[in-house]
């Protein structure tokens, strides 16, 4: 058996292989506020203990990144006080828990943030047909957005969280820096591989230096846009080599502009082809997600070695007890 296995590489420690990846819930309050309905969700998720880590859903660290109504905040400092409290919730339940951050960018919307929306460039998001073209950032305006992810890893560390995930995934700010789809920029943000991914250097050395040396920080990695002209896995290998040189501590892999979903993929863990290449570019640990319900499909995937971390999120979104009784008939 695999999935219940401890894993004790690098510096996370966690008692089984089961993740609960990060899904928006929408259920925090009108700014982003932790609510008592995000306290009940994530208590009853966690109870017993059973899934090794969770991971809390995608939070905005600034409002002009806000990428939905109702989404987490980590933008301000007050946000801390009630973080805590679910932080606790899910440590008393027996579980560890790690919080993603992120700026939505060109999947940002007016009417959600009250602010012009921005991009790496002047480009609209691929996967939307809405026409909102996107105010291409300055060089001083991506050092905020680099000092903002740094003050909100900062936030997650003081509320007692035990990591960090920084989102470059499902076509999302840093994300959009990587894929030529919507990195037309010529300046070092832009080109070629090594300069679309300057960014997530720079965020991952500030967060670094926001948090210390021993607090974990991970990375989900939209690991290929599944689309004409974007991002490949062969670009994503060359870039979790540099990531893991920068510190991160364990690699997160999903697709990238395709979102959760690809098209034609019905496999369980369909984006284990992805994670399997990863791994063999980088000595941390790689976490894969991808439709996966069944205990048989998670033990296949760690059993052939494409991936360190499962996460399993539908299935335990639906059902509360999946987790329990996964690890129950692996006994």
Request: proline share 2%.
């Given at each position: 058996m695999y999935l219940d296995k401890e894993l004790t590489q690098g510096k996370l420690q966690l008692k089984n292989r089961l993740v609960m990846p990060p899904m928006a819930t929408a259920k925090s309050g009108a700014k982003g506020e932790i609510s008592e309905a995000v306290i009940d969700y994530y208590n009853e998720k966690s109870k017993g203990g059973y899934i090794g880590l969770i991971v809390i859903e995608h939070s905005f660290i600034m409002q002009q990144g806000k990428a939905s109504p109702n989404q987490l905040s980590i933008a301000e400092d007050g946000a801390v006080e009630k973080l805590k409290q679910l932080a606790d919730t899910i440590h008393k339940n027996g579980s560890k828990t790690v919080m993603q951050i992120n700026h939505a960018g060109i999947a940002a919307k007016e009417a959600v943030t009250g602010m012009k929306i921005v991009g790496p460039s002047a480009v609209e998001h691929p996967a939307r047909n809405d026409n909102e073209i996107p105010k291409e950032l300055s060089r001083d305006e991506i050092k905020e957005i680099i000092e903002a992810f740094a003050k909100a890893?900062?936030?997650?560390?003081?509320?007692?969280?035990?990591?960090?995930?920084i989102h470059s995934a499902h076509g999302y700010l840093l994300s959009q820096f990587l894929s030529p789809l919507t990195n037309k920029r010529t300046d070092e943000y832009g080109g070629d591989m090594q300069g679309r991914r300057r960014i997530h250097l720079e965020v991952i050395?500030?967060?670094?230096?926001?948090?210390?040396?021993?607090?974990?920080?991970?990375?989900?990695?939209?690991?290929?846009?599944?689309?004409?002209?974007?991002?490949?896995?062969?670009?994503?290998?060359?870039?979790?080599y540099e990531f893991e040189k920068a510190g991160v501590d364990m690699l997160d892999i999903s697709g990238g502009f395709c979102g959760y979903l690809v098209p034609g993929l019905?496999?369980?863990?369909?984006?284990?082809?992805?994670?399997?290449?990863?791994?063999?570019?980088?000595?941390?640990?790689?976490?894969?997600?991808?439709?996966?319900?069944?205990?048989?499909?998670?033990?296949?995937?760690?059993?052939?070695?494409?991936?360190?971390?499962?996460?399993?999120?539908?299935?335990?979104y639906k059902d509360s007890s999946w987790a329990e009784k996964a690890m129950t008939n692996l006994k």
């Open positions: 890893a900062a936030r997650v560390k003081k509320a007692g969280f035990d990591g960090v995930e050395k500030a967060v670094r230096e926001a948090v210390g040396e021993d607090f974990p920080i991970f990375l989900r990695l939209g690991a290929s846009d599944y689309k004409d002209g974007g991002l490949t896995i062969e670009d994503s290998k060359a870039a979790a019905t496999e369980q863990g369909y984006f284990s082809v992805l994670s399997q290449e990863i791994k063999k570019q980088v000595k941390i640990p790689v976490m894969v997600t991808g439709g996966i319900t069944e205990v048989e499909a998670a033990e296949k995937i760690l059993a052939e070695g494409k991936a360190d971390l499962i996460g399993v999120g539908r299935a335990i």
